[in-house]
């Protein structure tokens, strides 16, 4: 009798066991473990930063373009899968084993992911929950109740895109690597016994993703995942090529926000190579010289090279949604709580000196008790009414207000706001040091950066890469 999802816990420790005593001794180097030894594994890189891929390096593993991945690891897919065909040819596999070997289910954007988890989570419990019978009259009074809501909440729930992928409810297949070949549910383990761990072609299916660069789920025998201290996997990555992450080549949407804020974009800040092709910067002082001729470098997979090119820190994204975030919360709030009706009962005049004799009027009043966002000034900014709102909020407040602000979400759901405490006036000093007077957009962006960098290492929790590591072989847990 094997567990499900509806077992138990003491029947899903029973079955874990069995299931640990039943995988092959043999796998054990060929195989990674994702449920408890290497939760992190595509999350995060060498240094304990949550990552998510540039779109950039990504290329298709279907004709439509549905299911994608990492450009070296989708070649390396398909080699394996070519040689899985012509053995099922010759009869080495039978050709019910996995199926047709395409991939099920790949890459994820994690914009998307996070505010679908954003909407049902947070801004729905938080607006029509949360501050029912609360006293918010400003934009000020509603940034305290969503700090106590983040104190109450991120015990059970993550708060920020950060939280959200390094906790389970985030799966490791937004990394681009990993490859599930068939829709099944990884709890199913009467599946995974039967179908895989006892048949006989299931110890040569894992040695032969070892020649192709891959490893298995140890929890999902039809999961493949990207082995990078492989010498074949590693050969691959060199035949691709790799730019610095500001390079003008990228895919301007390697930054994508949610789908309902695309308008809200910051071309200006994030893209400082906009003007090239937009005209959005009055010049190009701000693109280094040499990007015009460089031809990149090949992909490699020792140190954090890999993260530091092809991935992007998941705190970038997420500081950029969590102004839009605050803004889209205060507008919607403001939008149901601004303006209501009230009666108010005023005597007109009086008979016989007697209030009983009296009359009244009745008259309704529109009261205003939240403060409205400033307005916007649409001499300085597009005709985008939203962008220009947002542009407004954003200007009157401040990166210094939001940075801070930011940290301190992020230090409460980590718990740690000692750390806050004592770290938010050098996090301040590292986007002052590096932004300068912000004459050109990639100072300011080199300034956040420095400052969300600092903010990450000071709140890091992902213990994934112990001194005297295998430097190709990280993300193990101490």
């Not at 990552?51 to 080699?79: S, W």
């Not at 918010?136 to 993550?158: G, H, L, N, Q």
Request: aromatic share 18%; charged share 25%.
């Amino acid at each position: 009798m094997y567990s499900t999802n509806f077992s138990k816990p003491s029947e899903f420790f029973k079955d874990r066991e069995e299931y640990n005593s039943t995988y092959p001794k043999y796998a054990d180097k060929r195989t990674y473990d994702l449920w408890t030894k290497r939760v992190y594994y595509g999350k995060t890189d060498t240094k304990g930063r949550a990552v998510f891929p540039i779109e950039y390096y990504l290329a298709n593993l279907d004709k439509e373009g549905a299911k994608r991945g990492l450009n070296f690891v989708t070649d390396a897919f398909f080699e394996l899968k070519d040689f899985v065909q012509r053995a099922k040819n010759k009869n080495a596999f039978t050709t019910q084993f996995l199926g047709l070997f395409d991939v099920a289910r790949a890459w994820a954007a994690l914009p998307a992911a996070y505010d679908t988890y954003f909407t049902n989570f947070i801004f729905d419990p938080f607006l029509n929950t949360y501050l029912q019978n609360k006293n918010v009259t400003s934009f000020e009074c509603m940034v305290k109740e969503y700090v106590k809501f983040a104190r109450t909440m991120s015990t059970s729930i993550p708060i920020t895109e950060v939280g959200y992928v390094l906790s389970s409810r985030c799966n490791n297949k937004m990394s681009g690597f990993i490859f599930d070949l068939l829709p099944l549910s990884h709890a199913n383990t009467e599946t995974k016994v039967e179908d895989y761990l006892k048949s006989f072609e299931y110890g040569n299916f894992i040695n032969l993703c070892k020649n192709f660069g891959f490893r298995v789920n140890k929890n999902a025998p039809w999961q493949l995942i990207a082995d990078f201290s492989s010498g074949a996997m590693q050969d691959y990555a060199k035949e691709h090529i790799a730019f610095p992450p500001d390079y003008p080549a990228l895919d301007e949407n390697y930054m994508p926000l949610p789908f309902h804020l695309k308008t809200l974009i910051e071309p200006e800040i994030w893209m400082p190579w906009a003007s090239k092709k937009s005209g959005m910067l009055e010049s190009d002082k701000a693109l280094p010289l040499w990007w015009n001729a460089y031809d990149g470098d090949p992909i490699t997979l020792n140190e954090n090279n890999l993260f530091d090119y092809c991935y992007r820190p998941v705190a970038e994204l997420d500081y950029i949604n969590f102004k839009k975030y605050l803004f889209i919360l205060y507008t919607h709030y403001y939008s149901v709580n601004a303006t209501y009706s009230t009666k108010r009962v005023n005597v007109s005049s009086f008979n016989y000196g007697s209030p009983c004799f009296a009359n009244y009027d009745t008259i309704i009043i529109n009261e205003l008790p939240v403060t409205p966002l400033p307005s916007p000034d649409f001499d300085e900014f597009s005709d985008n009414a939203l962008n220009v709102e947002f542009l407004t909020f954003a200007k009157k407040y401040g990166e210094k207000y939001f940075l801070d602000l930011y940290f301190k979400i992020r230090a409460v759901e980590a718990r740690k706001e000692k750390t806050y405490k004592t770290g938010r006036k050098n996090m301040l000093k590292y986007y002052e040091l590096f932004s300068g007077a912000a004459t050109t957009p990639y100072q300011v962006r080199l300034g956040l950066q420095k400052a969300l960098a600092y903010i990450d290492y000071q709140l890091i929790t992902t213990d994934v890469y112990p001194k005297g590591q295998n430097e190709f072989d990280p993300y193990f847990l101490k």
